[in-house]
């Protein structure tokens, strides 16, 4: 079994899961906005850069994980990598943000914003998915 962790792939990831944000919002931040009830004037002040290191962590964490499991998987390829990334975002991500976002008393968004919010990250999921179930380190034998 191969468990080696290609750093060189993840790294790589975590720069690719920035930019998968930065478009995606370029291309639906309008009407994520509109589905908030807010206008740009409520967000164009100065953005807090813990936000971005936030989010540049968690990208580690999220795309070691995947290579970690991928690897202990034993997935051999691009599609089995995609695979157990997709069965990951589903299970740990949009199971739990749909009920959370739908069913709370306290937040009730509208199918449209959770499709917006979890497909980002379906979107990451699935390049890392791929990524690493197809650039696998490989060990000297």
Not at 8 to 20: F, G, P, R, S, T
Not at 68 to 87: D, H
Not at 91 to 110: H, R
């Amino acid at each position: 079994m191969n468990n080696k962790i290609n750093h060189l792939a993840v790294w790589i990831l975590v720069v690719v899961h920035q930019l998968i944000g930065w478009s995606w919002y370029a291309i639906f931040g309008e009407r994520w906005l509109n589905l908030h009830a807010r206008t740009m004037t409520d967000i164009e002040r100065t953005h807090n850069v813990s936000a971005y290191l936030v989010a540049i962590v968690a990208s580690i964490f999220v795309n070691y994980a995947l290579a970690w499991l991928i690897g202990r998987l034993n997935a051999a390829n691009a599609v089995a990598g995609l695979k157990i990334a997709l069965v990951c975002w589903f299970a740990f991500l949009f199971v739990e943000y749909a009920t959370i976002a739908v069913f709370s008393a306290f937040e009730t968004n509208p199918w449209p914003l959770v499709f917006i919010d979890m497909g980002r990250p379906f979107v990451a999921f699935a390049i890392s998915g791929l990524v690493l179930g197809a650039w696998r380190k490989r060990t000297s034998l």
